[in-house]
């Protein structure tokens, strides 16, 4: 089975733009998570979609937001980008079970540079 | 709220010795608790996790993990440690109390020495 394949793998950006990831879960999970990392802060969860609904959400600013499609693929979107805002932007995929026994698996991330 | 510690920020071993990561969580539920491995410029690897079933959770590539709920740990172990080991580690704890969010430590880089 093919794994969370994320795009671009790179991105750079100026202040003020916004941008757009891209991220393919693993077939047949049906939930789509995303994560920023960044030396300081570490990993930080930002939301969870399942069935095109979002059903968690992190302490992140409003212009982070993100969507799911009918085919489970994700996007995320930040708008009106800040220098703190660059990060690696992880992608994960799991089943969606509401139980102990849900695994998420990472695909390699988003490289986000803003100068 | 669940959270979690890892104790150490670095770590550093020779080749061929033990390895010890520390993890301690805090969770009102019964939680699940992984370890991933991430290498440099690399996503998440899953390494191992722990679902209540067995206490002592084995592993890829040699590692394992011993829940011990009376101690509220669950610190990562490998007897012999290899060059391709060096990266860095991440403990998450997940669950109900979390509404099955995955809640990550801040992860601790383990250096090993040839």
């Known amino acids: 089975k093919a794994g969370v394949t994320q795009t671009p793998r790179y991105l750079i950006k100026t202040r003020g733009q916004q941008v757009t990831l891209s991220c393919s879960p693993i077939?047949?999970?049906?939930?789509v998570s995303w994560y920023q990392q960044t030396p300081g802060q570490g990993l930080q969860f930002l939301f969870e979609?399942?069935?095109?609904?979002?059903?968690n959400k992190g302490n992140f600013p409003g212009r982070f937001s993100g969507r799911q499609f009918s085919n489970s693929r994700s996007e995320m979107n930040v708008s009106t980008l800040e220098l703190g805002d660059s990060a690696l932007y992880l992608c994960a995929s799991s089943l969606a079970e509401r139980s102990n026994t849900d695994t998420q698996y990472f695909g390699p991330g988003t490289r986000l540079t803003v100068l | 709220a669940q959270s979690v510690t890892q104790l150490d920020s670095h770590v550093s071993v020779s080749e061929g010795t033990p390895v010890l990561l520390r993890c301690n969580y805090s969770s009102s539920y019964s939680p699940s608790l992984f370890w991933y491995v991430q290498h440099p410029n690399k996503g998440l690897q899953l390494l191992l996790k722990y679902t209540s079933a067995a206490t002592l959770v084995k592993g890829i590539n040699g590692f394992e993990a011993e829940f011990k709920k009376s101690e509220t740990s669950f610190h990562l172990t490998k007897p012999s440690a290899h060059m391709s080991d060096a990266a860095e580690y991440f403990c998450?704890?997940?669950?109900?109390?979390?509404?099955?969010?995955?809640?990550f430590g801040s992860g601790t880089r383990l250096l090993v020495r040839p």
């Open positions: 077939s047949g999970h049906r939930s």
């Open positions: 979609y399942f069935s095109e609904t979002q059903r």
């Open positions: 998450g704890v997940s669950g109900f109390d979390s509404s099955y969010k995955l809640i």
